[in-house]
C-alpha cells in the first residue's frame, strides 16, 4: 500500500509538473505571439510611413525645382534682352494687359479652347495643363502694351511651356517654339 501511495504521489507530481510545463509553453507561445504582432505593426507602421513619403516625393514640382527654373530665367532672360518677372506664389503678377495671374488662368485659353488651364503647385492637379511657374515680360516698345508671358506646365504628367503674347481680346496661349525653354525646363522637371 505504501508503494500505491507512492507511485500516485509521484504520479500526480508529475501531472503538476506537466501542467506546469504546458502553462510555460503556452505563456512562451503567447509571449512570441504578441511580439510578432508588435512586430508586425510596427511593419505596417513603417510601411504607412514609406508609402506616405513615396506618395508626398511624386509631386511633379518642389521648391527645389522651382529655384532651379528661378536661376536658369535670370540668366536666360538677358540673353533674349528681357527680364522676367516670377509669380512667387502668394503676391499676384500684373502684365501690362491688365491681366493678374493666377486667377486670370482662368480666363486663359489654350488654343484657343477654354477651361483647360489652372494654378497646380504640385504639377498634378484636375486641368489639362497644370501650371507649376508663371513668368512674364512686359515690353516697352510700341505698340503697348505688350507682354510674352510663360506658363511653366504639365500636361498629362509631361513638361510644357506655353506662351501668352495677346495684347488684346481674350488671353490666348500656345506651346512654346523656343527650344532652349522647353529643353532646359524638361531638364530641370526631369531631375
Not at 505563456?27 to 505571439?33: D, G
Not at 513619403?53 to 509631386?59: K, T
Not at 502684365?95 to 485659353?109: H, N, Q
Not at 504639365?154 to 527650344?179: A, E, I, R, Y
Request: charged share 15%.
Amino acid at each position: 500500500m505504501k508503494k500505491l501511495i507512492g507511485v500516485l504521489a509521484v504520479a500526480s507530481l508529475g501531472v503538476a509538473l506537466a501542467g506546469c510545463g504546458n502553462q510555460n509553453t503556452q505563456s512562451s507561445s503567447n509571449t512570441a505571439k504578441t511580439n510578432s504582432e508588435a512586430s508586425s505593426n510596427q511593419n505596417t507602421t513603417t510601411n504607412n510611413v514609406s508609402s506616405s513619403e513615396s506618395h508626398h516625393d511624386s509631386s511633379l514640382w518642389n521648391n527645389q525645382k522651382n529655384e532651379q527654373l528661378a536661376s536658369f530665367m535670370q540668366k536666360w532672360g538677358p540673353t533674349m534682352h528681357q527680364s522676367y518677372e516670377q509669380y512667387d506664389g502668394q503676391n499676384e503678377l500684373k502684365v501690362s494687359t491688365g491681366i493678374t495671374y493666377p486667377d486670370g488662368l482662368s480666363k486663359e485659353l489654350v488654343e484657343g479652347q477654354s477651361g483647360l488651364i489652372g494654378w497646380a503647385p504640385s504639377g498634378k492637379g484636375d486641368y489639362e495643363y497644370n501650371v507649376v511657374a508663371i513668368y512674364n515680360h512686359d515690353g516697352t516698345e510700341p505698340p503697348l502694351p505688350n507682354r510674352i508671358t510663360y506658363f511653366f506646365a504639365f500636361h498629362n504628367g509631361k513638361p510644357v511651356v506655353l506662351v501668352d503674347q495677346s495684347n488684346n481680346g481674350d488671353p490666348d496661349c500656345h506651346p512654346t517654339t523656343n527650344t532652349d525653354l522647353e529643353s532646359n525646363f524638361e531638364r530641370i522637371a526631369n531631375q
